[in-house]
């Protein structure tokens, strides 16, 4: 995503605007186009719905003194995506905030090499440590049980916590199992995600020289200890965290870094939201919660979850799909047009910034019928689950860190309607803040019964 104007070295500029016949908004400001009315509308997911309901499904706007356009319906995206993509975009607009390299810069045979090598490993990761993250996870249900009926449950505080903890071990190893490493790293990751979590740099923080300072100094603390986990780890015969598997290829101490930084950072973020949501609309469900329960039984018995089972649990896949749709988990995605390319009868320019609104999309009432609703039985249907895949939410287009999260929401989720019933706390309106990952805007409450 580019920042305050941050060009690419041949990007078109204002004057180009007209040639490519894009209906949209004109620069607001000549240095920092639409990024006044970005702040405005209080996110960038508010912003691109109110562009795409004035222009239609594909619009422009200006970053700066550059051209983005954004593509707001699944018709339109279904012509632009190119199922054969080597990069993610949610990484792309993660290391472009970060001022990190996208890619490895060696072309697309190196690009498919480190997708696949980041791609082994989460799923090496998973697999060596599952036990781990099922004690961790009985460990917080185990503390809601012994609560009260009628306690309120904060489920941002807990779910984040528990995200925290799953994501560091299970991505750097045992120096976290030490909960004053935990503590640092969240730290850290609240300053440095409390800034890029927009999904955009305003230019605020440059003016405000103790919010400069405060980020700098935890982005730097935060890339010393990952430099100082991949040293430590470097001579380990034991190869069970994601940083090993980087570390038995050929990427450069700084690369194993970047990516490190990239998974824990996404990685806390994307699964403890995935966390908090799920278990917000279980809590509105007896329903739902029911149907859960009665496929643990269907597939599993007496039996804890496991990591094999767990495509065998189809209404939780369900479950966790319609979670993301009806929370709009990650409403924004990027790409970088590397050729001329065409959408309807518009032509996007080489190296112009394409926009996925998938917020908007994931609203969409010609995509999805009463899309406000949360209904998991909408995933029975093919077509759904077509928009849903092409979105980039399932299958093998879904980011590394989405499908990470969805295991452990699955495990979460199996845990505690196994042994709980979740009630709403009457009265509470949640409402999301809808940034590069959507999370509540306060902290979430719900009550817990026992099942009998």
């Known amino acids: 995503m580019p920042v305050e104007g941050r060009t690419?070295?041949?990007?078109?500029?204002?004057?180009?605007?007209?040639?490519?016949g894009i209906p949209g908004l004109n620069p607001t400001e000549e240095k920092d186009g639409n990024l006044q009315d970005i702040v405005n509308r209080g996110s960038l997911?508010?912003?691109?719905?109110?562009?795409?309901?004035?222009?239609?499904?594909?619009?422009?706007?200006?970053f700066g003194g550059r051209p983005v356009v954004s593509l707001g319906s699944v018709d339109q995206l279904r012509q632009h995506i190119n199922p054969n993509r080597t990069t993610?975009?949610?990484?792309?607009m993660l290391k472009s905030l970060l001022g990190y390299q996208s890619g490895t810069g060696g072309g697309a045979t190196e690009a498919?090499?480190?997708?696949?090598?980041?791609?082994?490993?989460?799923?090496?990761?998973?697999?060596?440590?599952?036990?781990?993250?099922l004690k961790l996870v009985e460990e917080l249900v185990g503390k809601w049980q012994s609560f009260p009926k009628d306690q309120h449950t904060p489920l941002c505080a807990h779910l984040l916590g528990l995200a925290m903890k799953a994501v560091t071990q299970l991505a750097l190893g045992d120096r976290f199992r030490n909960d004053?490493?935990?503590?640092?790293?969240?730290?850290?990751?609240?300053?440095?995600?409390?800034?890029?979590?927009?999904?955009?740099?305003?230019?605020?923080?440059?003016?405000?020289?103790?919010?400069?300072?405060?980020?700098?100094?935890a982005l730097a603390e935060m890339e010393t200890v990952l430099m100082s986990v991949a040293k430590?780890?470097?001579?380990?015969?034991?190869?069970?965290?994601?940083?090993?598997?980087?570390?038995?290829?050929?990427?450069?101490?700084?690369?194993?870094?970047?990516?490190?930084?990239?998974?824990t950072l996404a990685g806390c973020v994307i699964t403890a939201n995935l966390c908090i949501w799920a278990v917000h609309f279980l809590s509105t469900s007896e329903e739902v919660q029911e149907k859960l329960h009665q496929e643990l039984e269907d597939v599993l018995g007496?039996?804890?979850?496991?990591?094999?089972?767990i495509p065998q649990l189809r209404y939780f896949q369900q479950v966790l799909n319609e979670t993301v749709r009806t929370a709009k988990l990650t409403p924004i995605a990027a790409r970088l047009q590397e050729n001329e390319g065409k959408v309807d009868q518009h032509i996007i320019p080489k190296e112009t910034l394409v926009i996925y609104a998938l917020g908007v999309v994931l609203q969409d009432a010609d995509t999805w019928s009463r899309p406000y609703k949360f209904d998991p039985d909408r995933f029975t249907e093919d077509s759904a689950r077509k928009s849903f895949s092409l979105l980039g939410f399932s299958g093998n287009q879904a980011c590394p860190e989405l499908r990470f999260a969805y295991t452990v929401a699955t495990v979460v989720l199996s845990t505690v309607v196994r042994q709980l019933k979740l009630h709403q706390v009457k009265g509470q309106v949640v409402e999301a803040r809808s940034e590069l990952v959507s999370t509540p805007k306060d902290d979430t409450w719900i009550t817990v019964s026992r099942r009998s």
């Open 232 to 263: 430590d780890r470097k001579g380990q015969r034991s190869q069970t965290a994601f940083v090993d598997t980087l570390l038995q290829s050929n990427l450069t101490e700084r690369q194993v870094m970047e990516d490190s930084m990239v998974f």
């Open 88 to 92: 993610d975009s949610f990484e792309t």
């Open 8 to 20: 690419v070295a041949g990007a078109p500029t204002m004057s180009s605007r007209s040639a490519s």
């Open 302 to 309: 007496s039996e804890p979850v496991s990591l094999d089972k």
């Open 45 to 62: 997911h508010e912003f691109l719905a109110s562009l795409h309901g004035q222009f239609g499904p594909v619009a422009s706007f200006w």
């Open 112 to 133: 498919v090499m480190r997708k696949k090598l980041y791609e082994s490993a989460v799923n090496n990761t998973l697999e060596k440590n599952f036990p781990m993250l």
């Open 180 to 217: 004053a490493e935990v503590i640092g790293f969240r730290k850290n990751h609240e300053a440095i995600w409390s800034e890029i979590g927009k999904g955009y740099l305003d230019g605020s923080m440059e003016k405000s020289s103790i919010r400069k300072e405060h980020y700098e100094s």
